[in-house]
């Protein structure tokens, strides 16, 4: 096995999305993504109905990530995939499909926590982040400052103490009839609505951490209270509504990122997960940057949610610090970052 050109296969399955990616000598050469539809017409994930489309779907994700960059699967160095955080029967047909390859090929397998791999989706594409920087993981399960020290040294700062961002983003666009998920339809309709046209009230919380459980629970009352005045508020007032929301929350998230950067004294920052395809979040970083003298790193789209290239891309690490993992290794729904 040759320790300089390594190539893996990782596959990715910890919540709704089944991918897989094929990396050779740290240039992930593709990413196939199935997305599970099925979890729309519920308004939310429904755990068991993942992790049947992830039983569907992973040979065929996997095949033709094979396929497409014409390697043998007798190229292949390692199997990486998601060990945590996740939901448990989504991230055992990951864990479990990746086993059995590695067994069949006699290959070693590399777990990768899915948070770090977020972090090391900068690495995939330049421009790269020097260490050390801080990374805002906003996604669907996490709202999270990390201290990025080295690839595989992470320190979290500051995380969610209920919800996450992405999370507070779906059950508002729920409130409103709006379909799973909804944080891409508040970002669309922000666009076009005014920012400053609503307030509603938020829990602060000390030091660097978050909650957004509050404005969760100010957005369903407001609602409860202007439909009772007007049955139709939601439809002509939507997206001075989304543009409001959106506005509230990507400020609770830069207070936060700004007074890490005081304390850190680090004025490297990047954005991962989700949510950092939000338009608004996008925006108001590229001002800041310009403002208080930041260099900001943003991945490209596809590398913001789910997908197989973070976790190939945070593979090639461990396979060059020869961090490998045992047949008996077991998913963690709870899996924290740096542990
Ligand atoms: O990282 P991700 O794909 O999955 C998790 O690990 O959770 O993030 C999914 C979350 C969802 O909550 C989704 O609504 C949110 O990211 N999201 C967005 C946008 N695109 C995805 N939220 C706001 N604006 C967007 N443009
Ligand atoms: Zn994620």
Request: charged letters at 15%; hydrophobic letters at 45%; a negative charge.
């Amino acid at each position: 096995m040759s320790q300089l050109l390594p190539t893996i296969l990782a596959i990715e399955s910890s919540c709704d999305e089944t991918s897989a990616s094929v990396i050779r000598n740290g240039k992930v050469l593709n990413n196939v993504i199935a997305s599970q539809a099925v979890h729309q017409q519920h308004g939310g994930v429904v755990p068991e109905l993942a992790s049947r489309a992830h039983q569907q779907n992973i040979l065929q994700v996997v095949n033709d990530a094979m396929t497409q960059c014409g390697i043998k699967k007798e190229e292949l160095n390692a199997i990486a995939f998601t060990r945590g955080p996740g939901l448990m029967g989504s991230l055992l047909v990951g864990v479990s499909f990746a086993k059995g390859m590695a067994l069949a090929l006699d290959l070693p397998l590399i777990e990768v926590n899915h948070m770090e791999a977020h972090v090391l989706a900068h690495f995939i594409d330049e421009p790269r982040p020097q260490f050390p920087f801080l990374c805002l993981t906003v996604s669907g399960g996490h709202t999270q400052i990390v201290l990025v020290k080295e690839y595989l040294l992470m320190e979290v700062l500051g995380q969610t103490q209920d919800d996450a961002v992405g999370e507070a983003f779906d059950k508002a666009a729920k409130m409103m009839g709006l379909p799973y998920p909804g944080g891409p339809l508040i970002d669309k309709f922000a666009q076009l609505g005014n920012a400053n046209a609503f307030t509603f009230s938020q829990t602060s919380m000390p030091n660097l951490d978050f909650s957004f459980s509050g404005i969760k629970t100010a957005f369903l009352y407001f609602l409860r209270d202007r439909k009772k005045e007007d049955e139709n508020f939601v439809e002509k007032n939507l997206n001075d509504i989304c543009a409001s929301l959106q506005h509230h929350l990507v400020q609770m998230l830069m207070q936060k990122l700004k007074r890490a950067v005081r304390q850190t004294d680090i004025n490297q920052i990047a954005i991962a997960g989700g949510v950092a395809a939000n338009s608004g979040l996008r925006n108001t970083l590229t001002k800041t940057a310009q403002e208080l003298n930041w260099k900001i790193y943003i991945p490209e789209f596809q590398y913001c949610t789910d997908n197989a290239a973070m976790i190939a891309m945070a593979a090639h690490y461990k396979f060059l610090a020869g961090k490998f993992c045992g047949m008996d290794v077991a998913p963690i729904p709870n899996l924290g970052v740096g542990v």
